[in-house]
Nanobody, 122 residues
């Protein structure tokens, strides 16, 4: 079992930055690839970024590539999402999730956090 708790969301102006954190419980954090997803009102949950168990490989949606950076600290059982150059279309609830490997499909993830709201004003 892995429990995930996101933090760091908030209201920011377009062009600003936020860093999301996702703290995991349990001793098996390093056994899981981690992903960030987001869901805007009326839209399906979409892939944002993922990172392999060791942190050696990362993957991004085209819409955030070059602006967002996923990283992890296995010693702290935490995964991060640094978001720069934020746009109003980045507004959504952001979720972290854990999976055996770094999938893009959210249905492949076994554990989910409760989400944190990110709102970008224009």
């Amino acid at each position: 079992q892995v429990q995930l708790v996101e933090s760091g969301g908030g209201l920011v102006q377009a062009g600003g930055s936020l860093r999301l954190s996702c703290a995991a419980s349990g001793r098996t954090f390093s056994s899981y690839a981690m992903g960030w997803f987001r869901q805007a009102p009326g839209k399906e949950r979409e892939f944002v970024a993922a990172i392999r168990r060791s942190g050696g490989s990362t993957y991004y949606a085209d819409s955030v590539k070059g602006r967002f950076t996923i990283s992890r600290d296995n010693a702290k059982n935490t995964v991060y999402l640094q978001m720069n150059s934020l746009k109003p279309e980045d507004t959504a609830v952001y979720y972290c999730a854990a999976a055996p490997t770094a999938f893009i499909n959210p249905h492949e993830y076994d554990y989910w956090g409760q989400g944190t709201q990110v709102t970008v004003s224009s």
